[in-house]
């Protein structure tokens, strides 16, 4: 399992003040000089160069690191030591940190961090590099999957521009978690900064040297990733370095059309035509980014459903469930790209050079058994060619509610013209009912879409809702809260009101009713699994003559049949009975007390309740 680094905390700075005390006499300007940085290239030769602080990254094993003076290269006096931890080890999931300088270094006549590295067994490293300085982080520069051995071996990152780096304070970083599940231990050895000579560089890229060409509108922002630079290394071979986008010189062809800042961030401003382009140290890269605008940015249909209603996967119009990820890039197959923009805080999902894509919620999996549609809203910005479709599939997980295991479902339908057009959003109401390969909804996990001759689109406003047509067999919202002054209510069971002392919720009248108290929402409610009958003891004759009506609230999505009693010392007893409606939501009910004639309403006892399914109450109280 490999691991993210992270920032954690900084240790404290080291400050150094130097005072100048001029008395009695004037000092021209130009006696002055500007500050010079020191060209000191050692990071860690036999122990921490001057000023030289290390932090352990957020989530990192905070001592993972140790100077080891035992195992050493070339009998040097000592190494950096990084014990790797295992899987599961509670007091972090990998080891990594960052060695950087409180004040800066002038690094400009070096063109590599060299270092010596070996480790207990063969493994990979996850990223290794420069300029993490926990702060901007500027002008960093990595390697991923540096391959160390049990041997000691030279290692060589080539600086992209050094003429970028007169002030560096990040001088050396390493990340790396357990292999195959399991800890060990490396070391590294003589860091420092060089002048090799022997380093030739190549042409450095964006978008991994592609040119990419992108559909956009005015306020949409497009981040330039991709960022390396290549280098042709001692031994021949060719090596990748990730960089930051400062060391890159962006350039927009037409700026009434887009902007790019130093960060990489394209901003679409206007109808027409940009081609962003860039360069490292006046070299021009290889790749570039077009953008054709069509000017203003029409934004989906904003969604009407009630959020009690909903399971959202992607709307700014509702809480979104966790998700894995929208696009999953499942290799080799998958050629989708994403490049997901935000307009006046609209988010939208865009898909580039399609041909399919993975979302997936598996963390946990959605139970959409309550609900009756999926919602989609889809825009395709170019021509649609002849023949063209889009598929929608979705994938149960099955119980285990985890991929594979034997027991997942999947059903796909597709979509053609008329129904799919270009340049216009078209809102997919689907009935779930249509995916009739899915054995059930209870544990949905992926969406996935697939197309033909599509090759862009935009979507938004992905959701499961419920149209009223199913009643879900679980309340996903609380009862209403009941706002009657408490003067006027005396209640037996409600988180609303002080409810009235020593009921008994589950008399054994021999019953088959299963009760139970459940939060739904965070609000306690009382639930009556396989309702035959039920009774609710009350702890001594309860006088409700004062008040009006009896008020509950109730809900079932497979009831066929309700009724509630009231009874009196005899026993006295009336039913009344409840309508149990073919729509989701609760029902709020109040029955005037008359109608339980001839009920004694000064002596009340017992209620009761009969019928069949499952039965959720709440608010059952008396009141004017």
Wanted: glycine share 8%.
């Amino acid at each position: 399992m490999k691991s993210n680094f992270k920032t954690l905390l900084a240790a404290p700075l080291l400050l150094c003040i130097i005072a100048l005390a001029v008395f009695g006499c004037e000092n021209d300007p130009d006696d002055f000089e500007p500050a010079s940085y020191s060209k000191n290239p050692e990071v860690f030769i036999d122990t921490f160069s001057s000023g030289l602080i290390y932090s352990s990254y957020g989530g990192a094993v905070a001592d993972a690191f140790q100077v080891d003076t035992d195992v050493t290269y070339n009998n040097s006096a000592a190494s950096m030591r990084f014990d790797v931890p295992n899987v599961n080890d509670p007091s972090g999931s990998y080891a990594g940190g960052s060695f950087y300088t409180s004040v800066g270094r002038d690094l400009t006549k070096y063109d590599a961090l060299t270092f010596w590295a070996k480790s207990s067994v063969a493994a990979t490293i996850d990223v290794v590099g420069f300029g993490n300085d926990f702060g901007d982080n500027k002008y960093q520069a990595s390697i991923t999957g540096l391959q160390i051995s049990t041997a000691w071996r030279k290692y060589i990152i080539p600086i992209p521009d050094a003429a970028k780096l007169t002030a560096e304070k990040g001088m050396f970083f390493i990340s790396e978690g357990p292999e195959n599940g399991n800890g060990y231990t490396f070391w590294v050895d003589e860091v420092k900064f060089e002048k090799l000579g022997t380093i030739t560089p190549q042409q450095p890229q964006i978008f991994n040297g592609q040119d990419v060409v992108q559909t956009s509108y005015a306020g949409v922002t497009t981040t330039i990733d991709g960022l390396v630079c290549a280098f042709n290394m001692p031994n021949g071979i060719n090596q990748i370095v990730n960089v930051t986008p400062a060391y890159f010189t962006f350039t927009s062809s037409n700026q009434s059309v887009a902007t790019v800042n130093e960060q990489g961030i394209v901003t679409t401003v206007g109808a027409g035509t940009a081609v962003i382009t860039a360069t490292v140290g006046g070299v021009d890269v290889l790749g570039s980014l077009t953008i054709n605008s069509a000017g203003t940015y029409v934004h989906a249909p904003t969604p009407t459903q009630n959020p009690s209603n909903v399971i959202s996967i992607f709307s700014d119009a509702y809480q979104n469930v966790p998700v894995n990820y929208y696009n999953g890039f499942w290799e080799p197959y998958q050629t989708t790209q994403s490049a997901d923009f935000a307009v006046n805080g609209d988010n939208v999902l865009n898909y580039t050079n399609f041909n399919f894509v993975g979302i997936e919620f598996s963390s946990p999996t959605v139970d959409a058994t309550g609900m009756s549609h999926m919602h989609l809203d889809l825009y395709i910005p170019n021509a649609l060619p002849p023949g063209s479709n889009f598929k929608v599939g979705l994938v149960d997980f099955g119980a285990d509610g985890a991929f594979g295991g034997g027991n997942d479902t999947n059903f796909t339908l597709t979509f053609t013209a008329p129904t799919l057009i270009s340049q216009n959003w078209v809102s997919l109401n689907i009935p779930l009912a249509n995916f009739t390969g899915l054995a059930n909804r209870a544990h949905l996990g992926q969406i996935i879409l697939e197309g033909a001759n599509i090759t862009n689109f935009y979507a938004d406003n992905i959701y499961f809702y419920n149209d009223g047509s199913v009643i879900p067999p679980v309340p996903t919202a609380a009862a209403p809260t009941p706002s009657y002054p408490a003067s006027d209510v005396i209640s037996i069971f409600s988180d609303a009101y002080t409810n009235v002392a020593g009921s008994n919720l589950n008399p054994n009248w021999g019953q088959l009713t299963v009760v139970s108290q459940v939060p739904i929402a965070g609000n306690n409610t009382l639930k009556y699994a396989g309702l035959n009958y039920q009774g609710l003891q009350l702890a001594s004759g309860l006088d409700v003559s004062s008040k009006n009506f009896l008020h509950l609230d109730y809900y079932s999505a497979n009831s066929s049949a309700l009724n509630v009693y009231l009874i009196s010392t005899g026993p006295v007893e009336k039913l009344q009975s409840l309508t149990v409606p073919t729509t989701s939501g609760w029902n709020s009910i109040d029955i005037p007390l008359s109608s339980f004639a001839p009920v004694n309403l000064t002596d009340v006892i017992q209620l009761k309740f009969d019928g069949n399914g499952d039965i959720y109450l709440d608010n059952i109280l008396f009141r004017n």
